[in-house]
């Protein structure tokens, strides 16, 4: 009897113990749901609906709008606008028990490190922006982490790529990296190539700068990794928004290489391609950011065919919740969107632009969950959170703030070609490029980002 | 005797509203307040060249940027460098730079001269990009340590707060404008005035012409230097294109040009009227320098005098205008 009782009284505190747990169960991770997504057909990115009461969600978009790389801020503004108008549409994010709705201010880099700074204590001092997002630009990036350190305001690193940033000479427990770091490219594309075992000689050009600089070390030790057959024939660097490539381009004619890898963005990429196919170098670029279909559609299918890519962000449209936001994005472009936004970059949100739509919309979640604007509610939730979105799941490493994450590479192919991952009618991307055609996923154990010894553990301590 | 104590009432007025600033409009327009500041003491370094001289330099932020470099880099390596000086590093490697480029630069006037400065600017920024194991190459050096204003055994304040940081800019800012007043009003400040108006007719008197503006060109590039100390203290930030690019050079000139090359506090007006200008426009547009150039045509062209000499015209007119009436009234 005493034991039957010890028994019963046993199962009834496992039971309760059960369900304390289980709504933490029920509730899984956090995810992107499509189908919550507000009605976007009001959504017009050249005068966007923009909140101007005093109690809101402030958040400073440090970008490049003026000068050569202003394109960039283009781009960004369309996407945190849309983000804010789904939410707002919404009514908002609780946070502190009220409903508020979220706003972008810009905040101008010029590209120029003097100027970021200014920009990004402009944006916390006077416009009272509780979050700081950007840039293009590690060297830039790497000012705003220091000023979102300084004055105690979280940072998301949506658009900068250097390992360094968050190694434990400038960690930032402010700062969360969710863009695709170095490592991860350079490791991905090593290995990409080991598997291939085709092209065995590289030639590295990329900007010159901490990031091209770090990007290039990144990809050498992962051909030492994954490929040590490999031979990298030449390395050069040229400045940011270089005025002409035709030597850099001599240079590589003449080195004998078989692939030329380069991490040049906007509009240095575009710049660099053109300039190959000019000067008759049909080489394959293993690039990130040689993907913008403007600058693609100047040097048309056959020069851009054998282009590889490698992305954060490439799926096929096979998920209905894939299809689903393809089809209100594309329609929207298609009827309404006026110039610059009706152009080729913007037909398809793929790529860098998709990759900080979905990473706004994490950080969008996790202040709702921490349900508050206070910078250490925020770490608390980010650190080791998992994010779901229509093609994978993101993971926020606690050590180091970095997303773990997979890497997708792709050969650009013709229109006809494209129907590998383009899965709905009309069956291409784009008609007057090659574009993405079999997607080939790197998973994130053969290219996880580089973790410094010394911030191992940190979190846990 | 009564407009002196106007002067003395004004000057205290100045002082009491510079001390609690800071406290009363918070950081952003303190550091709005330092960088004008900075940018004052630069663009008199500037005036003492053009206004004082006659020497167009296009190539000025070879010593505002070689300073602010200087004191970052001394900073980043020397550990335990204090305050004083690391902004002093930055002054004596502007002076160097003087020394090093006065032997030509001195010899010439004119466009000739404006050329030579202007290379020499650009010299230096291609330097900085390329070396970029020692200067960051385009990211430059930033992060390196602030170190405190410490007196032994007496005091230590921490450079890194904001208004502290404003009073000892202020302080050293002050000084070195100061110090070039006096130096302006000393009998070498006349002679290179006589060097601008009639440099042959100065050294028929027996000064020696090149020495008097190798002399000027380095006091110049020094204070300079020591402006670019205190904005890489400032920024905690020191890249080509924050301090070496081309505009660096021309952003005093349109200081000087818009307060007044005539008036040695011209340049401040200068400083004041782009900030508040840059301040202003920031709100609206993305495009500030287009704004200020404008500005900049306009003044050139219908002010040529700057508001300094727009002021004294104004006043003048007003005088004259009073004392005439004066005098009618009397006759009648």
Redesign the interface.
């Known amino acids: 009897m005493k034991s039957a009782k010890k028994i019963l009284l046993l199962t009834i505190i496992f039971s309760f113990l059960c369900l304390l747990s289980l709504p933490q169960a029920m509730a899984g991770r956090a995810a992107f749901d499509v189908h919550k997504m507000s009605d976007m057909s009001d959504f017009d990115p050249n005068n966007p609906d923009i909140y101007t009461g005093k109690d809101a969600i402030r958040i400073g978009l440090l970008q490049i709008f003026s000068g050569a790389g202003a394109g960039n801020g283009e781009i960004f503004w369309l996407t945190c606008n849309w983000i804010a108008h789904d939410i707002n549409k919404r009514g908002g994010i609780l946070v502190d028990g009220k409903k508020k709705k979220v706003v972008f201010i810009k905040g101008d880099t010029k590209g120029k490190p003097a100027d970021c700074k200014k920009a990004a204590e402009r944006l916390i001092l006077k416009d009272k922006c509780q979050f700081l997002w950007g840039t293009s630009g590690s060297h830039l990036t790497n000012i705003i982490s220091q000023v979102a350190k300084k004055y105690k305001v979280i940072h998301q690193n949506s658009l900068a790529c250097s390992d360094y940033l968050m190694d434990a000479k400038n960690f930032s427990r402010y700062t969360f990296q969710t863009f695709t770091r170095n490592s991860i490219f350079g490791q991905g594309g090593a290995y990409y190539y080991a598997k291939r075992n085709k092209e065995k000689k590289f030639y590295i050009l990329c900007q010159d700068y901490s990031f091209g600089h770090s990007l290039a070390d990144e990809f050498k030790i992962g051909l030492k990794k994954y490929f040590p057959e490999a031979q990298i024939v030449g390395e050069d660097y040229h400045p940011l928004f270089a005025k002409d490539f035709a030597p850099y381009v001599t240079k590589i004619k003449a080195s004998g290489a078989e692939v030329i890898f380069s991490g040049d963005w906007l509009p240095d990429g575009g710049n660099l391609l053109k300039t190959c196919r000019d000067m008759g170098v049909d080489l394959p670029i293993l690039n990130i950011f040689v993907d913008e279909p403007n600058a693609l559609h100047a040097v048309g299918v056959e020069k851009t065919k054998g282009l590889v890519n490698m992305n954060h962000y490439m799926a096929d449209l096979r998920t209905p919740e894939r299809q689903k936001f393809f089809k209100v994005w594309d329609n929207l472009w298609r009827t309404k969107w006026k110039k610059p936004y009706n152009t080729w970059l913007y037909k398809v949100c793929g790529g860098t632009i998709a990759e900080c739509v979905y990473s706004t919309y994490w950080l969008m979640s996790v202040i709702e969950r921490a349900g508050s604007t206070d910078p250490e509610k925020i770490i608390k939730v980010w650190e080791g959170d998992e994010y779901e979105h229509p093609f994978g799941v993101w993971k926020m490493r606690a050590d180091d703030h970095t997303n773990v994450r997979d890497l997708f590479i792709s050969e650009y192919v013709p229109p006809e070609e494209q129907k590998a991952s383009m899965t709905i009618p009309p069956y291409y991307w784009f008609k007057g490029i090659s574009s993405i055609g079999k997607i080939i996923t790197i998973p994130s154990k053969y290219c996880t980002p580089t973790l410094d010894p010394a911030l191992k553990g940190r979190a846990s301590k | 005797m009564r407009s002196k104590l106007y002067l003395w009432i004004l000057w205290a007025a100045i002082l009491v509203i510079l001390i609690l600033f800071p406290h009363v409009v918070?950081?952003?327009y303190t550091?709005v307040v330092v960088l004008f500041s900075i940018f004052s003491l630069y663009a008199i370094t500037l005036n003492l060249l053009l206004g004082y001289t006659g020497l167009l330099s296009f190539g000025h932020a070879l010593f505002f940027g070689g300073g602010a470099y200087a004191t970052a880099i001394a900073l980043t390596h020397i550990p335990g460098l204090p305050l004083i000086p690391a902004v002093l590093i930055g002054g004596l490697t502007a002076v160097v730079l003087a020394l090093i480029t006065s032997p030509l630069l001195v010899r010439v006037s004119g466009t000739a001269f404006a050329m030579l400065t202007l290379a020499f600017g650009q010299l230096m920024y291609v330097i900085c990009?390329k070396f970029?194991n020692i200067t960051g190459?385009?990211?430059?050096v930033?992060?390196f340590p602030i170190p405190p204003f410490t007196i032994p055994g007496v005091v230590s304040i921490d450079m890194?707060n904001p208004t502290n940081y404003y009073y000892f800019a202020l302080i050293v800012v002050g000084l070195s404008i100061l110090v070039i007043w006096f130096f302006t009003k000393t009998p070498f400040g006349q002679i290179i005035i006589g060097v601008r108006d009639n440099a042959q007719r100065v050294s028929y008197m027996g000064f020696k012409v090149p020495h008097t503006k190798a002399l000027v060109f380095i006091i110049s590039g020094g204070f300079a230097g020591i402006a670019g100390a205190c904005y890489a203290l400032l920024?905690?930030?020191v890249?080509t294109?924050?301090?070496l690019?081309i505009y660096m050079s021309f952003l005093p000139i349109m200081m000087a040009f818009i307060g007044g090359i005539g008036s040695f506090f011209g340049p401040i007006c200068g400083a004041a009227i782009l900030t508040i200008l840059d301040e202003l426009i920031?709100m609206y547009t993305?495009?500030v320098e287009l704004v200020t150039g404008l500005v900049f045509i306009l003044v050139v062209m219908f002010v040529p005098a700057g508001f300094t000499g727009l002021l004294a015209s104004i006043k003048e007119k007003l005088f004259i205008k009073s004392s005439d009436q004066g005098i009618m009234e009397q006759a009648s």
């Not at chain 2, 190459?137 to 430059?140: I, K, V």
């Open positions: 918070g950081i952003y550091n990009l970029r190459g385009e990211d430059g930033g992060g890194t920024q905690n930030l890249s294109d924050g301090v690019v920031t993305e495009r």
